[in-house]
């Protein structure tokens, strides 16, 4: 991207004081701004940054007063931490869909209907009668099935796996090496101790707005009709288990390294930690908060509970429970001490009488 | 896949009741089935939904008795579920063998030997010596090493990864982004606290009848002549680590984001939940069932136990020893409740002499 | 590879006895070894495969003396040990580096700039303005975004995925699978409940000797000019997470599907057992060892601590609390037996008056 510094204060409503006509090239924090980069300033501790900065222009307050000279072009706006944020929101999507048209070799099935402004990078794979959206991108390596539909402005990062069937909302983001629509793991035991695959023919549902980290695998629903459903605005981190007719609550968020099992209904803005593991045909209500590493071995019905521990239950009784848990070697002793003392001095026999001394520690 | 009612039916050993030439594209549930599909009713509690399904044909017992007028097609079988669950299966290989012959661009290097029936993906890529077994199916993207032998009927998946010397067996199903092969975690420690890299020359043998999920990964054995070994039978599920040296026993079942440490022997028949760690150097006997999360720092010796913790023990102990730490905060209060009734009210002296007050909670 | 027995010979300054002509193909144990094979002997406990061995030539101590007839060639050496090490790691770097060229079809962009004796495999991807050093292999389906800088006889396996803007050191290893660069997950609440995504735009940097594993992510740091960073030595296992802003020091060793949360700081020379979790913001002084699937929620200001636990503690002590933890219904009993003893024969009324008797075990 290259832009004029006018072109920039037009975009954020500001106003420039010194070379409009300098080419901005790259945003940057003011304490490491070269020439074509722009920076802000909004906390007055990097206020000295701003007379010797690199950079071609700085985007500061309306009510800003230097100090000292300066050399840098100003944009004036009124909140410069505001401004900077949208620059860097636009910079994204202007990296992020500036990709465009076919790169070659790539391949695409019969039947596809695909929309306006599309990249497919080389070595992509299209299969037969998918549906792509405007300005869905299909980065290198990307294997999108039979029977896809992918909304608009969906981007698939490069070696993204799409199996046959699966439906995928508009404005999502899947990440490299997520694999969707992968066989859910269900097996049926057979006499000799062998087991039989059980074929899975549902699909996986991917409704609008939905971030799905690298290497996240989402599997199939089993039967033919049913679908694993990750609903609008849930954002999923990388390297996460999400198995068979799983659904997912609107706008729930889960960390890294977490595992879903079979049939498991989430809440709607659920927020899970890392390496949390949930086992199967449970409910989780909404606005559940579970800790990390924690395991969820039974429905969570009440809503906005928080929740640790493995099996979870109260985050702040856990932690209770943990501290004695520390000191349980002086605990132990204590009572060994106690015991000796009531019974060893008072009265040996009873003690004799109602306890097995092998299982003492 | 497209077949007449009176196929289906030949199949089935069923009895046709209407249209027979009515054309079948799609199985599906019986409340969702449209023209073109065919379902089934076994289950009285949804007798209901066949006198006004979309279905072309529906598959019922030889006894059903209408109580309402019918308008889909019948086909009459000894057990409704059954022929359905076998319709299922055959659908299933269909789509999974369906697709053959070579897409372009794909690789493949010198010295190959290839069985019939075969299908190789765009961009998918073979390497040198290869031999690659009838029925097998290579999905786009898949990569396949130098050395490597394939059995007969072998799915692998789009961009599975098979280092060089792999040997897979008959009847195996491997998952998007599994990698097989990569090396094994082994560096030797150097004086000034770097690590040196230990050449991994080993492969790994995956038997019969094996089906690997979606980003597992399997990394070979050290020595040349080694193997990581993967038993007849085996399921494993996505996101699994199956370190260098390590063998799982026939049968066992593995479910997701288990990890196994180096050279540790699983027994037969094992059933291993998700997020379980395992210790190197272990044997697991046979017939272990393990919890999710559970970790295992010591061999287990006895067959068929069950267990959970970390480190894991008997289950049910381990849910009883869980039942007291939530209480632990009551426990360590109520002995020192007694602690000071017994110490403090009836001889202060002799508590004062055997315990240090300090390391009290 | 293939050499004579008097080239290798040379290579290790041994002395030949026997066919000095023979054509060596691969090494292999005593007991397996077969005709074009090296092995070595230096344990007395195999020396009996001596006599009978298949290999073309044997590597032993110069002070060896066989008790019967040997009929296959020996290489004397000082220490035969460390010089079948020294071919194991040569023929390692053979087997590794001996790929060269490039394959077709495969991808380069616009504006890159490569070293000597690159191999480009096919389908393997590389962007714009990448620059490529001495002997770096990019293995079949490996991506490689714009404005990447590999080092020298740095290797990407099979479908290693590196984002725009990586930068990676020489003598390097990863494995296939790997994403490096992916966005970190980060997104700012709305007040409706969803999340926005806040842009990341950052990257990461990948330092000399550095090895990572199949199918671990590394996501970017989130500012522009702010990176992820992995320092020289680092060793990572499989299926690792690493969150963005991350920074782990120089030789730290960490064991498959462990996962460290944003902007942590993980000191050098740490190991790191396998599936650990680590929150966020922390930093975690030198000479760390963590157990596996410890949890770490606060920063480890000591050097050379050795934990375990959830949340993590001193390893010794765990284990003391948890040897008291598995018998704690024993504990929780006698404790009640203790109660009922001095409170209940003794002087219920005060028990009455202290304790709320509904909470007991």
Do not use: W
């Not at 997520?178 to 101790?193: E, L, M, R």
């Not at 949390?276 to 989780?284: E, F, N, P, Q, R």
């Not at 929740?307 to 702040?316: E, M, R, T, V």
């Amino acid at each position: 991207m290259e832009f004029t510094v006018n072109q920039i204060a037009a975009m954020l409503g500001g106003t420039v004081e010194g070379d409009g006509q300098g080419k901005i090239t790259m945003l940057a924090k003011i304490q490491e701004a070269r020439p074509g980069h722009i920076a802000f300033l909004s906390n007055p501790r990097y206020e000295n940054y701003i007379y010797n900065t690199g950079a071609t222009a700085v985007i500061v307050s309306r009510q800003f007063v230097p100090r000292k000279p300066i050399y840098t072009t100003l944009i004036r706006v009124d909140d410069p931490y505001i401004s900077f944020t949208t620059l860097l929101e636009e910079y994204h999507k202007l990296v992020s869909f500036q990709k465009t048209g076919i790169e070659e070799p790539s391949y695409i099935g019969s039947g596809c209907t695909t929309g306006k402004n599309i990249y497919r990078g080389a070595f992509s794979y299209i299969g037969n009668q998918v549906m792509l959206g405007d300005n869905v991108k299909i980065y290198p390596h990307t294997y999108v099935g039979d029977n896809v539909v992918i909304g608009n402005n969906t981007i698939l990062h490069p070696n993204v796996k799409i199996y046959a069937g699966t439906r995928i909302g508009n404005n999502c983001v899947i990440h490299s090496g997520a694999v969707i629509g992968s066989d859910g793991f269900g097996f049926a035991p057979q006499a000799d101790g062998s087991y039989k695959s059980i074929p899975q023919l549902g699909n996986v549902i991917i409704e609008d707005d939905v971030v799905i980290g690298a290497n996240t695998v989402i599997d199939c629903a089993t039967l033919m009709g049913d679908s694993t459903i990750i609903r609008k605005g849930v954002k999923l981190d990388n390297l996460i288990q999400i198995a068979h007719n799983v659904e997912v609550g609107k706008n729930t968020v889960i960390a890294a390294q977490t595992g879903i099992s079979g049939s498991t209904k989430v809440g709607e803005n659920n927020v899970i930690a890392g390496q949390v593991g949930i086992a199967g045909h449970l409910v989780i209500a909404n606005n559940t908060s579970i800790g990390a590493q924690s395991g969820i071995s039974k429905s969570i019905k009440e809503e906005g509970q928080k929740i640790l521990g493995y099996p979870a239950f109260d985050i702040k009784d856990y932690f209770r429970s943990y501290t004695v848990f520390k000191k349980l070697p002086d605990l132990s002793h204590r009572l060994k001490q106690l015991e000796d003392y009531v019974y060893g001095r008072k009265n040996a026999s009873v003690a004799g009488e109602n306890l097995n001394e092998n299982t003492h520690s």
